[in-house]
């Protein structure tokens, strides 16, 4: 690895590419379906608070839709990062 580049950078160019290569697949799934198809990874944290009468309830979630696109995009950001 170059002295000059940290893992910073490695980490905003795959995620660059990945939302290039996610919205690129769902732009094109009309034309080749296949690049529209995608996987959901989510996670949920229910945090439940009472105050006197009022009952709040708040729900933080973190969700990842990855498709065939965003993983090529995540592959090809690794690929400038090692070779530019």
Do not use: D
């Not at 290039?20 to 034309?31: Q, R, T």
């Not at 105050?51 to 696109?69: A, M, Q």
Request: glycine share 8%.
């Amino acid at each position: 690895m170059r002295r000059n580049k940290s893992l910073w950078y490695l980490a905003a160019l795959v995620l660059i590419f990945a939302v290039v290569g996610s919205f690129l697949g769902e732009f094109l799934s009309g034309w080749v379906p296949l690049l529209g198809r995608s996987q959901t990874i989510a996670f949920k944290i229910p945090i439940n608070l009472a105050l006197n009468v009022l009952n709040l309830e708040f729900l933080l979630s973190l969700g990842l839709k990855i498709n065939l696109l965003s993983v090529v995009g995540m592959l090809l950001g690794v690929y400038v990062y090692y070779n530019r």
